[in-house]
Protein backbone atom coordinates (compact mmCIF):
# COMPACT_ATOMS: atom_id res chain seq x y z
CA UNK A 1 0.00 0.00 0.00
CA UNK A 2 1.88 3.04 -1.30
CA UNK A 3 0.89 6.31 1.01
CA UNK A 4 1.74 8.96 -1.69
CA UNK A 5 -0.28 9.12 -5.17
CA UNK A 6 2.30 11.63 -6.87
CA UNK A 7 5.95 12.13 -5.84
CA UNK A 8 9.13 13.64 -6.87
CA UNK A 9 12.34 11.53 -6.88
CA UNK A 10 15.90 13.61 -6.41
CA UNK A 11 18.98 11.60 -7.10
CA UNK A 12 22.24 12.90 -6.36
CA UNK A 13 24.45 12.08 -9.57
CA UNK A 14 27.04 10.82 -7.32
CA UNK A 15 24.63 8.13 -6.41
CA UNK A 16 24.76 6.79 -9.67
CA UNK A 17 28.60 6.49 -10.26
CA UNK A 18 31.09 3.98 -9.05
CA UNK A 19 34.32 2.68 -9.29
CA UNK A 20 35.47 6.19 -10.43
CA UNK A 21 33.29 5.42 -13.70
CA UNK A 22 30.51 8.01 -14.15
CA UNK A 23 27.70 5.23 -14.21
CA UNK A 24 27.35 2.29 -12.35
CA UNK A 25 25.25 -0.24 -14.83
CA UNK A 26 24.05 -2.05 -11.84
CA UNK A 27 22.71 1.03 -9.97
CA UNK A 28 21.00 2.09 -12.68
CA UNK A 29 19.43 -0.89 -13.42
CA UNK A 30 18.38 -1.43 -9.96
CA UNK A 31 17.03 2.20 -9.75
CA UNK A 32 15.28 1.16 -13.06
CA UNK A 33 13.55 -1.21 -11.51
CA UNK A 34 11.93 0.78 -7.70
CA UNK A 35 10.38 3.06 -10.67
CA UNK A 36 9.06 0.23 -12.38
CA UNK A 37 7.12 -0.99 -9.41
CA UNK A 38 6.02 2.14 -8.09
CA UNK A 39 3.94 2.38 -11.73
CA UNK A 40 3.28 -0.73 -11.15
CA UNK A 41 1.80 0.12 -7.42
CA UNK A 42 0.02 3.15 -9.57
CA UNK A 43 2.21 5.91 -8.03
CA UNK A 44 3.23 8.94 -10.37
CA UNK A 45 6.69 9.36 -10.61
CA UNK A 46 9.04 12.44 -11.37
CA UNK A 47 12.54 12.62 -11.21
CA UNK A 48 15.17 15.09 -10.74
CA UNK A 49 18.57 14.10 -11.07
CA UNK A 50 22.15 15.61 -10.53
CA UNK A 51 25.24 15.95 -12.26
CA UNK A 52 28.04 15.34 -10.12
CA UNK A 53 29.27 12.52 -11.32
CA UNK A 54 29.95 13.84 -14.28
CA UNK A 55 30.85 17.67 -13.98
CA UNK A 56 30.32 20.11 -10.70
CA UNK A 57 29.80 24.09 -11.65
CA UNK A 58 32.35 24.45 -8.44
CA UNK A 59 35.14 22.22 -10.57
CA UNK A 60 35.06 25.42 -13.06
CA UNK A 61 34.44 27.88 -10.71
CA UNK A 62 37.43 26.74 -8.78
CA UNK A 63 39.65 26.86 -11.90
CA UNK A 64 39.00 30.16 -12.96
CA UNK A 65 36.19 29.51 -15.18
CA UNK A 66 33.46 31.66 -15.78
CA UNK A 67 30.50 31.12 -12.94
CA UNK A 68 27.74 30.90 -15.46
CA UNK A 69 29.48 28.93 -18.04
CA UNK A 70 30.37 26.38 -15.31
CA UNK A 71 27.15 26.15 -14.52
CA UNK A 72 25.53 25.57 -18.23
CA UNK A 73 27.82 22.45 -17.48
CA UNK A 74 26.50 21.51 -15.06
CA UNK A 75 22.92 21.23 -16.38
CA UNK A 76 24.36 19.41 -19.44
CA UNK A 77 25.54 17.11 -16.93
CA UNK A 78 22.26 16.55 -15.62
CA UNK A 79 20.55 16.09 -19.04
CA UNK A 80 23.18 13.05 -19.72
CA UNK A 81 22.21 11.72 -16.56
CA UNK A 82 18.46 11.82 -17.39
CA UNK A 83 19.01 10.63 -20.79
CA UNK A 84 20.84 7.30 -18.76
CA UNK A 85 17.88 6.88 -16.91
CA UNK A 86 15.16 6.89 -19.28
CA UNK A 87 16.96 4.33 -21.67
CA UNK A 88 17.45 1.74 -18.71
CA UNK A 89 14.22 2.31 -17.71
CA UNK A 90 12.20 1.77 -20.95
CA UNK A 91 14.82 -1.47 -21.88
CA UNK A 92 13.50 -2.87 -18.17
CA UNK A 93 10.08 -1.84 -18.80
CA UNK A 94 9.01 -3.74 -21.27
CA UNK A 95 5.88 -5.10 -20.80
CA UNK A 96 5.75 -4.71 -17.62
CA UNK A 97 2.73 -2.08 -17.02
CA UNK A 98 -0.01 -3.36 -15.27
CA UNK A 99 -2.12 -3.48 -18.57
CA UNK A 100 1.18 -5.56 -20.09
CA UNK A 101 2.29 -2.45 -21.99
CA UNK A 102 5.65 -1.46 -22.04
CA UNK A 103 7.04 1.62 -19.02
CA UNK A 104 6.79 4.99 -20.81
CA UNK A 105 9.63 8.09 -19.95
CA UNK A 106 9.80 11.39 -21.16
CA UNK A 107 12.34 13.47 -20.42
CA UNK A 108 11.76 16.86 -19.89
CA UNK A 109 14.58 20.08 -19.72
CA UNK A 110 14.35 23.24 -18.93
CA UNK A 111 17.20 23.87 -21.62
CA UNK A 112 15.54 23.56 -25.47
CA UNK A 113 17.01 20.74 -27.03
CA UNK A 114 13.86 19.17 -29.56
CA UNK A 115 16.57 16.49 -30.86
CA UNK A 116 16.99 14.74 -27.71
CA UNK A 117 13.92 15.61 -24.91
CA UNK A 118 10.91 18.09 -24.96
CA UNK A 119 11.02 21.15 -23.25
CA UNK A 120 9.63 21.67 -20.20
CA UNK A 121 5.91 22.64 -19.64
CA UNK A 122 3.99 21.83 -16.11
CA UNK A 123 0.77 20.59 -18.56
CA UNK A 124 2.50 18.59 -20.24
CA UNK A 125 4.34 16.93 -17.41
CA UNK A 126 1.45 16.52 -15.59
CA UNK A 127 -0.81 14.72 -18.57
CA UNK A 128 2.35 12.27 -18.74
CA UNK A 129 1.99 11.46 -15.21
CA UNK A 130 -1.78 10.94 -15.31
CA UNK A 131 -1.03 8.73 -17.77
CA UNK A 132 1.39 6.69 -16.02
CA UNK A 133 4.17 7.80 -17.76
CA UNK A 134 7.47 8.40 -15.52
CA UNK A 135 9.09 12.51 -16.49
CA UNK A 136 12.66 12.66 -15.52
CA UNK A 137 13.10 16.61 -15.24
CA UNK A 138 16.63 17.58 -16.62
CA UNK A 139 18.75 20.63 -16.90
CA UNK A 140 17.88 22.54 -13.92
CA UNK A 141 16.15 25.21 -13.25
CA UNK A 142 17.20 26.66 -16.83
CA UNK A 143 19.26 29.39 -14.94
CA UNK A 144 22.52 29.23 -13.54
CA UNK A 145 23.33 29.54 -9.91
CA UNK A 146 20.88 27.54 -8.98
CA UNK A 147 21.16 23.86 -7.83
CA UNK A 148 19.51 20.69 -8.77
CA UNK A 149 18.01 20.68 -5.31
CA UNK A 150 16.07 23.98 -6.09
CA UNK A 151 14.58 22.40 -9.27
CA UNK A 152 13.54 19.62 -7.37
CA UNK A 153 11.45 21.65 -4.56
CA UNK A 154 10.46 23.76 -8.01
CA UNK A 155 9.55 21.31 -10.42
CA UNK A 156 7.81 19.41 -7.18
CA UNK A 157 5.70 22.25 -6.60
CA UNK A 158 4.41 22.88 -10.26
CA UNK A 159 2.93 19.22 -10.66
CA UNK A 160 1.58 19.40 -7.05
CA UNK A 161 3.72 16.05 -6.14
CA UNK A 162 3.03 15.51 -2.06
CA UNK A 163 6.62 14.92 -1.27
CA UNK A 164 9.89 14.95 -2.26
CA UNK A 165 11.96 11.71 -2.18
CA UNK A 166 15.55 12.83 -1.48
CA UNK A 167 17.91 9.77 -2.07
CA UNK A 168 21.09 10.43 -1.57
CA UNK A 169 25.10 8.79 -0.22
CA UNK A 170 23.89 9.08 3.55
CA UNK A 171 20.94 7.03 5.34
CA UNK A 172 19.40 10.55 6.61
CA UNK A 173 19.74 13.76 8.23
CA UNK A 174 23.01 13.70 10.66
CA UNK A 175 23.56 16.79 13.37
CA UNK A 176 27.02 16.82 12.06
CA UNK A 177 28.89 14.64 9.03
CA UNK A 178 28.84 11.48 10.21
CA UNK A 179 32.15 10.50 8.26
CA UNK A 180 33.59 13.43 9.93
CA UNK A 181 31.87 13.52 13.61
CA UNK A 182 31.64 10.29 15.03
CA UNK A 183 29.19 12.12 17.58
CA UNK A 184 26.82 12.89 14.91
CA UNK A 185 23.47 11.91 16.39
CA UNK A 186 20.88 11.24 13.18
CA UNK A 187 17.44 12.32 13.07
CA UNK A 188 14.17 10.67 12.58
CA UNK A 189 11.96 13.78 11.66
CA UNK A 190 13.10 17.27 11.84
CA UNK A 191 11.67 20.33 11.22
CA UNK A 192 12.39 22.97 8.21
CA UNK A 193 12.85 25.25 10.64
CA UNK A 194 15.34 23.60 12.99
CA UNK A 195 16.88 22.81 8.94
CA UNK A 196 18.07 25.82 8.43
CA UNK A 197 18.91 26.79 11.72
CA UNK A 198 22.13 24.69 12.31
CA UNK A 199 22.34 24.68 8.12
CA UNK A 200 22.22 21.31 8.06
CA UNK A 201 22.72 21.29 4.18
CA UNK A 202 19.84 18.72 3.64
CA UNK A 203 19.41 20.64 0.43
CA UNK A 204 20.42 24.13 -0.43
CA UNK A 205 18.77 26.71 2.10
CA UNK A 206 16.71 28.02 -0.82
CA UNK A 207 15.43 24.56 -1.69
CA UNK A 208 14.67 24.32 2.03
CA UNK A 209 12.85 27.41 2.39
CA UNK A 210 10.98 27.24 -0.80
CA UNK A 211 9.49 23.51 0.42
CA UNK A 212 8.70 25.65 4.08
CA UNK A 213 6.92 27.87 2.32
CA UNK A 214 4.88 25.38 0.24
CA UNK A 215 4.36 23.01 2.80
CA UNK A 216 6.05 20.16 0.80
CA UNK A 217 8.01 17.62 2.92
CA UNK A 218 10.99 15.62 2.12
CA UNK A 219 12.26 12.67 3.41
CA UNK A 220 15.91 12.22 3.23
CA UNK A 221 16.80 8.42 2.78
CA UNK A 222 20.02 6.20 1.51
CA UNK A 223 19.58 5.42 -2.30
CA UNK A 224 21.41 2.11 -1.59
CA UNK A 225 19.32 -0.34 -1.54
CA UNK A 226 16.82 1.13 -3.89
CA UNK A 227 14.42 -0.46 -2.46
CA UNK A 228 14.60 2.19 0.24
CA UNK A 229 13.01 4.36 -2.31
CA UNK A 230 9.55 1.57 -2.51
CA UNK A 231 9.97 1.93 1.29
CA UNK A 232 9.71 5.46 1.16
CA UNK A 233 7.17 5.85 -0.73
CA UNK A 234 5.05 3.46 1.66
CA UNK A 235 5.76 5.52 4.25
CA UNK A 236 7.44 3.20 6.31
CA UNK A 237 10.08 4.57 9.03
CA UNK A 238 12.84 5.10 6.79
CA UNK A 239 16.01 7.90 6.89
CA UNK A 240 14.73 11.06 8.26
CA UNK A 241 11.15 13.04 8.00
CA UNK A 242 11.98 16.75 7.24
CA UNK A 243 8.67 18.61 7.16
CA UNK A 244 6.15 21.26 8.88
Request: with cysteine.
Amino acid sequence: MMKYNRILLKISGEALGGDGQAFAPEKLEQVAAALIELVRQGVQVAVVVGGGNIWRGKQGISSQMDPTTADYMGMLATIINALALQDTIERAGKGMRPDGGDIQVRVQTAIEMRTVAEQYTKRRAVSHLEKGHIVIFGGGTGNPFFTTDTAAALRATEIGAQVILLAKNVDGVYSADPKLDPTAVKYDTISFEETLAQNLKVMDNTAVAHCMNNHLPLIVFALMPPSNILAAAQGRPIGTYVGP
